[in-house]
């Protein structure tokens, strides 16, 4: 189990980053994820459960009850470095009309659970996130989910080298996902 | 009835902004433009096994699209006969039965109504199940994996309907042996704007590209032709009739660079030859960018197709897929996946300044004051042609060409004429 020290310092990590992201410091925020990183929230889709009477299955072998679409099929996002890199050079070029003006965010994120990672200098971070947006003149999005995160410790200081975000919503209640969970 | 003719002046092309919020006009398009055309409802792909299904929309009103367990496909409303419970709420999966939640009526996959709790001793038998079933969709055909359905009996079939949009569509549809598959997932999402917006500018708004997009372009400037007018293209717009369009972007060089990864881009040199038996040179050789099928089905080269379901006046809910050549190497589909993701689905890079702009359209157009000035469809009026190798009235690549198609089609459809009388069926 990853020490209280450590838990500590995950969550003043992840405190930061929410700072950053809703004071439109994105380069500041790149810096937080590793070279390697995979960024991902996958579609969700409403499925019956395996108990559901509510039909009566033809084919168990065509069932399929799992919501979370797979990693070979669509997400909202599915990022690298180099694509998160690339939106937020969208974002400084003035033209990227979706965020100009600007969307007004706060981040907050809790229930933080710090768990041991698969490699030594990993953990597996578990947190909840309620994300507020407003923009323009009454424009509100709520975006409320779980982000299981993996921090990696890089020259002494923590990045993320996966982020996946369940946001939990089927048909997302926006027009658009132009800001960043 | 409202008369369309007093909202679209089709001699000088200005149009009404009450056609972007006005519920009169929305109530009028539910009746004779979604519950006339043909809708398109989902890819073979999705429901390739007996008992498959998916959930759909045809308007506004809810549809479940199933393969029976014989192997056809069809499609019905998703409402119990009985109190008018949704039937099926799942998104998808594979059934023999739907059972609905509330009082228990059963309906095969062939929506045929197959069980009634108490049929003997509430019902007295006395309920004939025959004609209980499911509310069929009138009609429901399939082009080349599109499934298609019509709630009007007396529409021309599927193929006359699309009439010569086909021509193109075969460049997306039929350009391999195996034809198309979806990728797994829908990006759904919802806009605060009227459904037309969306539909014109896929349908033929090359226009805005270069000013709505030029973030994205600029970021994306590895893989994308610096020169404007390269991007843009030296094609045309044609509008094959029954209000139908597409863009090409280059009649007649395919190599020009995409939109997406090197690995697009060299997939498209290796089915080269394919593609040329299959289809002929000039398709083979042709580059469109985007279309929209008539009312609400756009697909673009990302590659996509994807449905703006009307949702009131001035909502959508936009459902959108990936589609690949089903013969594709996986690392090809990986890239085509990945490139649609990132560019036009909700958080697409191309996308979001899209809905900034359709939403805002919408909301602006419903000031009284505003509602005096009618907006400008003339672009690149009176340079219409034809040619020899491409079906359909051709109007510069840059012009609102194929939205004056799209809203003469509008007019006659609004008006309540018949099928037989429509004027703006082109052929050529
Ligand atoms: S509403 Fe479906 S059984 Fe009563
Ligand atoms: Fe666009």
């Keep these: 189990m990853p020490s209280e020290a450590i838990e500590r310092e995950v969550e003043k990590f992840l405190f930061k980053e929410a700072r950053l992201l809703d004071d439109w410091k ?105 994300t507020y947006r407003n923009r323009l003149e009454t424009e509100v999005d709520i975006f409320v989910g779980r982000r299981e995160d993996t921090l990696r410790k890089e020259d002494g200081d923590w990045k993320i080298c996966r982020r996946k975000i369940i946001l939990d919503q089927n048909v997302l209640l926006s027009k658009n996902m132009s800001i960043f969970l | 009835m409202l008369d369309p003719r007093d909202l679209v002046d089709t001699d000088n092309w200005l149009i009404s902004r009450k056609l972007f ?26 429901i390739a096994n007996p008992g498959d299904f998916i959930s759909a929309y045809m308007g506004e009103d809810p549809v479940l699209v199933v393969r029976d367990s014989r192997g056809k496909v069809g499609a019905f409303l998703n409402t119990c006969r009985h109190r008018g419970m949704r039937v099926c709420r799942a998104d998808a999966g594979n059934a023999a039965a739907f059972t609905c939640t509330y009082h228990g009526w059963t309906y095969g996959n062939d929506g045929k109504l197959v069980g009634v709790p108490g049929y003997k001793e509430y019902y007295y038998e006395e309920l004939d199940m025959e004609q209980w079933g499911l509310v069929p969709v009138a009609q429901v055909e399939s082009y080349k994996g599109l499934i298609f359905g019509t709630f009007d009996a007396s529409a021309p079939p599927l193929r006359e309907y699309l009439g010569d949009i086909t021509f193109y569509l075969d460049k997306i549809l039929d350009r391999c042996e195996g034809g198309t598959e979806i990728i797994g997932g829908v990006h759904k999402w919802t806009m605060p704007c009227n459904w037309k917006f969306p539909s014109e500018n896929f349908l033929g708004d090359s226009y805005h590209f270069t000013v709505t997009h030029i973030s994205a372009m600029k970021a994306q400037s590895s893989n994308m032709p610096s020169n404007i007018a390269a991007v843009r293209g030296q094609g045309f717009s044609t509008s094959p009739g029954n209000g139908h369009g597409i863009m090409i972007d280059w009649p007649n060089d395919a190599s020009r660079p995409i939109l ?66 089903k013969a594709a190497p996986p690392e090809v589909k990986e890239a085509m996946r990945i490139n649609y993701l990132r560019t036009f689905s909700a958080a697409g890079t191309f996308e979001q300044d899209d809905g900034e702009n359709w939403s805002q359209c919408t909301e602006s157009s419903r000031g009284i004051i505003a509602q005096r000035y009618n907006l400008n469809y003339s672009l690149g009026q009176h340079q219409e042609r034809t040619s020899e190798e491409f079906p359909g009235q051709i109007g510069p690549r840059v012009s609102e060409h194929n939205q004056r198609y799209f809203y003469g089609r509008w007019v006659d459809l609004m008006a309540g004429t018949s099928w037989a009388e429509i004027t703006n069926t082109i052929t050529k």
Excluded at chain 1, 39 to 59: C, F, G, N, Q
Excluded at chain 2, 21 to 43: K, P, T
């Design chain 2, 260 to 325: 997406g990864p090197p690995l697009m881009q060299q997939y498209n040199a290796d089915i080269a030859e394919e593609m040329e038996q299959r289809l002929g040179p000039e398709r083979a050789n042709m580059r469109y960018s985007a279309g929209n099928v008539f009312p609400n089905v756009s697909f673009h080269v990302s590659p996509s197709i994807r449905i703006w379901h009307p949702r009131g006046p001035d909502k959508i809910e936009i459902w959108s897929w990936c589609i690949v050549d």
């Design chain 1, 26 to 130: 994105f380069h500041e925020w790149l810096e937080l994820f590793t070279e390697d990183v995979h960024y991902w929230m996958p579609v969700r889709t409403t499925r019956y459960s395996r108990e559901s009477k509510a039909i009566a299955v033809l084919d168990r072998a065509h069932q399929r009850v799992d919501e979370l679409a797979n990693e070979d099929e669509l997400a909202i996002f599915d990022e690298t470095k180099q694509t998160l890199n690339m939106r937020v050079a969208r974002l400084d070029t003035g033209q990227a009309w979706a965020e100009d003006p600007k969307s007004r965010t706060r981040h907050c994120i809790t229930n933080i659970e710090v768990e041991e990672g698969d490699n030594a200098n990993e953990v597996q971070v578990f947190n909840n996130f309620i």
């Design chain 2, 21 to 46: 919020f006005d519920r009169e006009v929305y109530e009028q398009e539910l009746e004779n433009i979604f519950a006339r055309c043909w809708l398109y409802l989902g890819h073979e792909s999705q």
